[in-house]
């Protein structure tokens, strides 16, 4: 797939994270790695109405390559490099601010859940990457802490991020982090898990 092709898909996906209730218009940012290079969202731009000739193309030295579409490239691109430079084997990448996942990583706690046999087949848990300061390449400097083994983590004092295969896969797994803050978050409303046995845990992120 070629960064002309890619737009297409970014754009289809960029509606539906925005429908999806888990960004504001203007947040987060979706991205692909193509034949040759990348695209990604563009700055401060309706996720609703964005247009393909107005995604940003990378070329493959991560160097912004298509300054006519009067966008500008947002300074978020760097965590989205870093997620392809560490990760070889995956091509789409969303970075997003949803309200729960958020909450987790604002208040710098992982997501280690005990009890959700679902979340912990799925991911086990969800790191924290330590903060790093935004607008510089600190913003992106624990991903390669965390990322090589994990599919999904969180961005200290900032939001949270999933990498994936493809665009349909990495939009699934951000879905699937937000619901698993708000369930954790709920269930400590409840009064804390119903715990599994280390064990059953440990073969459950085995499956
Ligand atoms: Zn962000």
Redesign the pocket.
Known sequence: MNRQEAKKIIVEYAKLLAQSGMVTLY???LSLRCSDGYVITPSSTNKLTLKENEVIELDRDGIFANPECGKKI?S?YR?HLEAYRVRPDVDACI???STFATAYAVAGKAIEPKGDSTAIILYGEIPLCRYGR?RTDA?AADLKKYLPDHDAVL?EN??AMVVAKDMEAAFASAQIVEKTAQIEWLVKALGGESCLPDDEIEFLKQL
């Open positions: 947040e987060g940012n947002s978020e965590l970075h997003f601010h935004p913003i961005l900032h939001g």
